[in-house]
């Protein structure tokens, strides 16, 4: 142990009722503030995976017009230089050949699954009542690729679904608003056109409540027949190997294949601010626990800078530098944030676990029956760094003001 | 050769001024000094006639605002904090009149302290060295006993075994035994002298005690700022 580590920490065993407050607060800081950050991230986390099992991470929909206009300008070889004009930009509904498209997506190396959907607006018709809905028109095998559906049947069954051309799927909600269950009939009816008759084979629930109370799933071709569309679709679903790059994929699709792509962190643009605003105000507020470790830190360092003038005296007649002094002081927050950051840490990984035990009846951006908590070691890292930071740069002023004192007169003074 | 020199500890015309603009006081007026190793050297006076003052500057804990200060033929009156510092570490062991122990510590930790600093020596060494000191002053038994579990009289011989811990060719004394009754007194003076003349060190030691400045190889009277 270095002689200002062991001088450092006499010090500070000598004022321990202060040194605990400053301890208390550090150990309290950094485990609240991992809570949090796993609590907000968790829901973050699972918000991303809810929207993503059920709309992809890439939706590829509309042409785009070829805008691209020739410059009368020829370069040495003869051709032409020809410029995008991004202004006026314009699309054409829906993918006419979805077949192309999906051949051209395959050589994309990130993406791992690809599902064309036929989407329309249809009127619904139970024996209760009548309700309006979004048929989607899927090929199943295609859509589980890219979709939790699997996993989001709660009543029903995949296999009977696939086995039956009249079968649909319908969200939990809207399965209550029209007071139907599994097995009974409905009419569906697309503005303008025949109703035709659909059993319902399985029900669904995301969790989503814009999803689960007006999307209701079909075979692609019986869609067709729906809503007299009998070739492409309203969109391809996609889902990638690393969703993360899910922005810069899509940006490549909309220049090589000329259709609209709109990636998860786009589409769920306002959500995902509003958990990052959350996590944000949530670690500032549980870091005014790092803030008053800080100040007890610049309390207590203080207070020991007051009565240990005569100490720093005596070492400075030693042979003891000024830097020495700033050592040992800073040493003492140091073993304060030693202490609390690993306390703290445990604190935290233990409140974790029991939050992502406490129960929770929650839907309408997702379906959760428990707190959903994210580990990640980041948040240890960013609670450590915010207490290391906080603590050493109250613990610098206190330490300075030691190193500066003159022995000179500390001696003198306590002489006299 | 500096180390062969006789005189370990030299000034010369000294000036130091003490307070600010109307309080600022003349304390020191032009001192000059010198000490030989093995020799015990009492600056005696009245209180406030500048001892303890001149005391501090020879120990470089201060700097004069005039003169000059040789400690081993080396000029320190003008040098930087670290040198006077490091000077301090490794030349001068001081005796204060309050004891100045650290009481968060043992008795060994204390004698200790300024071993670790200097780390001349390995941690085995610096533990046995402790125990040595300790043991010439009597207190061989108490090594681990804390500070505040030690009485006056041996508090201050700790503070002995302390300033002479990294073996320093000149020890400074501010009254050490100012604070303690005649038996106390006594033993602290004649360890302080046979330790230091055992070693070849020069002592420089204030003190209001005619008795123990009689004792001393020299005596140097004070008044004013000024020897007489």
Not at chain 1, 89 to 107: F, M, N, Q, S, T
Not at chain 1, 208 to 227: E, F
Not at chain 1, 240 to 254: F, G, K, N, T, V
Not at chain 1, 265 to 283: C, G, T, V
Request: one cysteine or more; hydrophobic letters at 45%.
């Amino acid at each position: 142990m270095s002689p200002n580590l062991r001088i450092a920490y006499r010090f500070l065993t000598a004022k321990k009722r202060a040194m605990m407050m400053s301890l208390s607060c550090t150990i309290l800081g950094v485990g609240l503030f991992i809570v949090t950050q796993a609590t907000t991230s968790g829901f973050k986390g699972f918000f991303i995976q809810t929207i993503i099992g059920t709309d992809g991470a890439v939706r590829v929909e509309d042409k785009i017009q070829d805008t691209l206009r020739t410059l009368p300008i020829k370069t040495a070889g003869g051709a032409d230089v020809r410029v995008r004009q991004k202004e006026g930009r314009k699309y054409i509904e829906g993918i006419e050949e979805p077949g192309l498209l999906v051949l051209a997506l395959r050589d994309f190396p990130n993406v791992s699954g690809i599902s064309a959907v036929l989407r329309g607006s249809v009127i619904v018709r139970s024996s209760f009542k009548d309700d309006t809905a979004q048929i989607f028109g899927i090929e199943l095998d295609n859509h589980l690729k890219v979709s939790q559906l699997r996993n989001q049947i709660t009543v029903g069954s995949l296999d009977e679904f696939r086995d039956t051309p009249s079968g649909v799927l319908i969200g939990r909600e809207l399965a209550d608003r029209l007071q139907v269950s599994l097995g009974e009939s409905l009419l569906i009816e697309s503005p303008g056109r025949e109703a035709q008759r659909f059993r319902i084979v399985g029900i669904y629930l995301t969790g989503v409540s814009a999803i689960d109370k007006i999307r209701i799933y079909a075979h692609l071709g019986t869609t067709r027949s729906l809503l007299r569309k009998p070739d492409g679709v309203t969109f391809l679903q996609l889902d990638l190997y690393d969703r993360e790059r899910a922005p810069a994929d899509a940006r490549q699709i909309e220049n090589t294949l000329w259709h609209s792509a709109n990636p998860w962190q786009e589409r769920e643009k306002s959500w995902l601010s509003a958990f990052n605003a959350l996590s944000i105000s949530s670690a500032i507020t549980v870091s005014v626990f790092t803030l008053i470790a800080g100040l007890a830190m610049f309390n207590t360092l203080a207070m020991i800078v007051l009565e240990k003038t005569k100490d720093i005296a005596i070492l400075r007649s030693m042979g003891y530098e000024r830097v020495d002094i700033t050592r040992i002081f800073l040493w003492q927050a140091g073993i304060v944030l030693a202490i609390g950051t690993v306390l703290g840490s445990l604190f935290g990984a233990g409140a974790t676990y029991a939050v992502s035990k406490m129960p929770l009846e929650l839907t309408g951006i997702f379906a959760t029956k428990h707190y959903i908590v994210s580990l990640s070691p980041w948040h240890y890292v960013e609670a450590i760094l915010t207490a290391v930071i906080t603590v050493m740069i109250a613990s610098i002023i206190p330490a300075r003001r030691a190193a500066r004192l003159e022995p000179g007169d500390i001696v003198r003074g306590t002489a006299q | 050769m500096a180390a062969a020199d006789p005189i370990v500890l030299r000034c010369d015309g000294l000036h130091r001024y003490l307070g600010q603009d109307e309080g600022r006081v003349h304390v020191l007026k032009g001192v000059s000094f010198e000490a030989r190793r093995g020799d015990v050297n009492a600056i005696v006076g009245p209180s406030g006639c500048g001892k303890s003052t001149l005391l501090y500057l020879l120990g470089l804990l201060d700097q004069p605002d005039g003169g000059q200060i040789w400690i081993d033929g080396q000029l320190m009156s003008n040098s930087d904090d670290a040198i006077r510092t490091a000077a301090r570490g490794a030349h001068i062991g001081f005796v204060f009149q309050f004891h100045f122990l650290m009481l968060e510590f043992s008795a060994l930790d204390n004698v200790m302290m300024p071993m670790r600093k200097l780390a001349r020596l390995t941690p085995p060494q610096m533990t046995e060295r402790a125990h040595q000191l300790l043991n010439s002053v009597g207190l061989g038994d108490k090594t681990h006993r804390l500070g505040t579990q030690l009485s006056g009289g041996e508090q201050q011989r700790v503070a002995v075994a302390r300033a002479l811990a990294n073996q320093p060719s000149i020890i400074l004394a501010d009254e050490p035994t100012g604070n303690l009754d005649v038996k106390n007194s006594t033993m602290v003076f004649d360890l302080l002298t046979r330790l230091a003349k055992e070693n070849g060190q020069a002592v420089i030691l204030v003190t209001h005690n005619p008795e123990i400045a009689n004792r001393c190889d020299r005596t140097r009277p004070m008044r004013d700022g000024v020897f007489v």
